[in-house]
Each structure stands twice: as C-alpha cells, then as structure tokens.
C-alpha cells in the first residue's frame, strides 16, 4: 500500500482554521483518501473521505489536487475538543486500513 | 446511529491464560475487521474477515490468534495463549457491503492487560 507522510504534531488555538497536508506521492489509481480523527483511549472515527476535488462534509473539508499526490484536512474552528491525533490514510475497495503515526493536534484556549 | 460494540472494556489476565475479546459489528455490515494499538503506539491491523472466512491477515496474526462469527452478530478474537507483549487495546471495525467505498467503523475498544 502506498505509504502517506503527514506532520508528526500541530498546535493551534480555539476558533482557528486548521489544515493538516498530507502527501502521498504513489497513490494507486483505485486509492480513496480517507481521514480518520483518534481521541485517547477511544477507537479511530471516520471524518471524511475522497476521490480527488474538494469534499465538505459537517465536521470538515477536504482538498486534493488534480495530481492527487497530496491532500488536505481543513477543519474550520477549532474548539478545545477537536484535540486529538488525525490520520490521513489511504485504501481501496474493501482493504484493511494501515495507520501511520498520524498528525497530533492541540488545540488551546 | 448504529455503532459498533465491544466487551469487555477492559480484560485482565495472567500471561499463558487465553481471552476471548467480544464485537458486536453494526448489523447489516459485512465485512469485519481486528485491530489493535500498543500504548503510545500506531493501530495496526490484525486480520479482515467477510462471508465466514478469513480474507486477510497480518503477520501479527499468528496461530495464537483465531476469529469467529459464531451466531451471525458476534465477531470474536481469541489468544489462546497470551503473552506480555499482547497487552493493547484492541479494536474491532465493521464495514458495509455496499458497492462503491465505504468506510469502517471502529467500536470503543477492550483493553487488554497481561500480567
């Protein structure tokens, strides 16, 4: 599976518009990017995913380029409680979900 | 919302003692998923399973390691014989077999702790 990079943490403050890039330079023609948000101690909870182009959903928005070699999660503000790990993942079809060490936020007042 | 369950919460056991981890996957779904996370460490998956089989495992899936959807809503992962490094928290997922991608949805976790 095509492997993702994406930045190992990110502070911002509550109200503020956060975007976490993510590359992913050898995606697979049949690939969804997908992007997964992890509170402690608490399974992984699907955010949104996408094909290419932008998809908005309530909760955020997602970017990606015509090359679909990267893309990006904008969550639009932030409050205290959207401090959590985001992974950035990327399958196809059916398959199993590989996470990396996904991208720490932290929000503060 | 549907939402897919796990119990226990939380299984303490003694090392060489086998666990049998429970998952109530969301009832139309047909594709069921194993994963687990270390303390401090990444989710890995653990094993995928559709129509009563099998469909992929990962080397961490050892013979030690066994699944089964015995009355069509459970989804259970057994180690027959834990050991230290076993202790994690263990995630279920479930996915639906609708065409076209979907996501998975992943229960709340048992905490397995072996002493």
């Known amino acids: 599976l095509a492997k993702t990079t994406q930045p190992i943490s990110m502070d911002s403050y509550e109200g503020q518009e956060v975007n976490i890039t993510c590359s992913h330079n050898?995606?697979?023609?049949?690939?969804?990017i997908t992007w997964y948000q992890q509170f402690p101690s608490q399974g992984p909870r699907f955010i949104i995913q996408g094909y290419k182009t932008k998809v908005t959903n309530e909760v955020a928005s997602l970017f990606i380029p015509a090359d679909r070699k990267s893309s990006t999660l904008s969550l639009p503000r932030v409050s205290l409680s959207d401090t959590a790990v985001y992974y950035c993942?990327?399958?196809?079809?059916?398959?199993?979900?590989?996470f990396g060490a996904g991208t720490r936020l932290a929000v503060h007042p | 919302e549907p939402e897919v369950t796990q119990t226990p919460s939380h299984q303490v056991t003694q090392m060489g003692q086998e666990v049998i981890l429970r998952c109530v996957p969301i009832?139309?779904?047909?594709?069921f998923y194993w994963y687990r996370q270390i303390l401090g460490q990444k989710v890995e998956f653990l094993v995928s399973f559709y129509n009563n089989e099998i469909s992929e495992k990962s080397e961490i899936f050892d013979d030690q390691f066994s699944v089964e959807r015995p009355d069509g809503s459970n989804f259970t992962l057994k180690i027959r014989s834990t050991k230290l490094e076993d202790s994690a928290m263990y995630f279920c997922?479930?996915?639906?077999?609708?065409?076209?991608?979907?996501?998975?949805?992943f229960g709340p976790g048992t905490r397995l702790t072996v002493l």
């Open positions: 009832s139309n779904h047909l594709y």
């Open positions: 997922a479930s996915r639906g077999g609708l065409a076209g991608y979907n996501e998975q949805f």
């Open positions: 050898n995606i697979a023609t049949n690939d969804y």
């Open positions: 993942l990327l399958s196809g079809g059916y398959n199993k979900l590989i």
